[in-house]
């Protein structure tokens, strides 16, 4: 399918002066790189199958493949899968095997995978063929502990980095020092995080003898291309609360209860995809749908971002009192898919331009305000949102700079 000049920034003339002179640099720097790095890639997406955590780990693979790179998905955790049709945790890793395979298959990727269950048996490719794999790897990209062990055969790939899509919640708990999870961190050679502002004065959270290297996620955008005419309702995709590192942060309930009053103050209908409080919600004037139904398949996923016209965000309460630079990964995608975000500010907007196609807000009057300013002129802030993230979020972008470190 050809690309269109609006999705398509080497072509547009209207944004290629602004993107092609970041583009360029960065993937003439890719070339120096060795002709192909060969990647053992570390995600959740059996241990969390929901469109959005998948989308994280596949636009990973997708993206350096579309390098020329050579990639292979392991799943490691030592933790059994959930299971959202029973509602359960699985010791039975069959829906999520075949969760994984159904997410890499249309992709080419249905035979370059493994999935380790919490018995240690290996489901996809076996043992031997991961080995084999690794005794050639270049890298080892472990995101948002795909694995928290230290096999031999990872242990002995010359480059191993640590992808931190949590920060301050990681930083925090290595903080409190449990020996296991400080050398778990200790063995490898970069960590990188999508917590602008970690290690940096503009945050309290303590980093000790660790350095962060600042990413992003990295974005496909090809695959949220869209001429979908959206719904009238800004939307977002959101857990109320997390069970993981419950001792040492705050959640989203905690920030939204700040802006729980916005529809009644914005001449605009919402739609919440949440697992929270529904009904609570519903007589603030908030409409909102199961998170989960929303999120069951990465095609489903999409599609709910695509029939919305423009994101509202909250962050986790964490992200927010630390001022932590985080940005996320779901808003990159609507940015991708010409969609505005409304998100608030946890420090990003020193790091990412606020105020056209993406606008930041930390009070309630400051959100109403981005809700009328987006509907203003919706089409400019449409347009304005991929250029956004072509400039920052594009695959293209994110991962040779990722390599350039990680390889180094």
Same mark, same amino acid.
């Given at each position: ?9 080497? &072509? ?15 993937? &003439? ?5 060795? &002709? ?16 959005? =955590? ?5 636009? $990973? ?9 050579? !990639? ?12 959202? !049709? ?12 075949? $969760? ?11 035979? @370059? ?16 063929? =991961? ?19 230290? @096999? ?10 640590? *992808? ?17 999870? !400080? ?24 980093? +000790? ?22 719904? %009238? ?14 001792? =040492? ?37 908030? %409409?909102? *749908? ?10 489903? $996923? @999409?599609?709910?971002?695509? +029939? ?70 919706? %089409? ?24 350039? *470190?990680?390889?180094?």
């Amino acid at each position: 399918m050809q690309q269109s000049a609006i999705n398509n920034p080497i &072509n547009n003339p209207i944004i290629n002066p602004i993107i092609n002179p970041i583009i360029n640099p960065i993937i &003439n720097h890719q070339s120096t790189l060795s &002709n192909v790095v060969r990647v053992l890639f570390a995600g959740i997406i059996a241990r969390y199958p929901f469109g959005g =955590v998948t989308w994280c780990s596949l636009m $990973y693979l997708l993206g350096l493949r579309a390098l020329g790179h050579e !990639v292979f998905y392991i799943e490691d955790t030592g933790e059994c899968v959930y299971d959202p !049709v029973q509602n359960t945790r699985a010791t039975d890793p069959r829906y999520g095997t075949a $969760y994984i395979h159904s997410a890499l298959e249309p992709f080419g990727l249905g035979d @370059r995978w493994t999935f380790v269950n919490y018995d240690g048996s290996y489901h996809g490719r076996s043992a031997d063929d =991961v080995r084999r794999y690794a005794a050639d790897a270049d890298l080892f990209i472990n995101l948002s502990g795909g694995s928290w062990f230290w @096999r031999e055969e990872y242990a002995r790939i010359p480059h191993k980095v640590f *992808v931190d899509s949590d920060p301050a919640f990681t930083q925090l708990a290595i903080a409190k020092a449990e020996p296991w999870y !400080v050398e778990f961190f200790q063995r490898f050679d970069h960590l990188f995080t999508f917590g602008a502002n970690i290690g940096t004065p503009a945050s309290p959270i303590p980093t +000790g003898a660790f350095t962060w290297h600042k990413t992003w996620q990295p974005i496909t955008m090809d695959d949220w291309r869209t001429d979908r005419a959206p719904r %009238d309702r800004f939307t977002t995709v959101m857990t109320w609360q997390i069970e993981s590192f419950a001792d =040492v942060g705050g959640n989203k309930d905690q920030e939204f209860v700040k802006f729980i009053e916005l529809p009644s103050k914005a001449a605009q209908p919402f739609e919440l995809a949440i697992n929270g409080p529904q009904e609570l919600l519903r007589q603030y004037g908030w %409409d909102t *749908v199961d998170a989960m139904a929303v999120s069951r398949t990465p095609p489903a $996923y @999409r599609e709910f971002i695509h +029939g919305s016209k423009a994101e509202f965000g909250v962050a986790k309460h964490t992200y927010v009192a630390n001022r932590s630079g985080w940005f996320s990964d779901r808003t990159a995608c609507y940015l991708a898919s010409g969609r505005p975000a409304l998100v608030q500010d946890t420090g990003w907007t020193a790091h990412l331009p606020s105020g056209d196609g993406l606008l930041g807000y930390s009070t309630l009057e400051e959100a109403a305000a981005g809700v009328d300013r987006i509907n203003a002129d919706y %089409d400019r802030h449409a347009r304005a949102a991929i250029d956004v993230a072509h400039a920052h979020f594009d695959a293209r972008v994110v991962l040779p700079r990722l390599l350039g *470190v990680a390889c180094s």
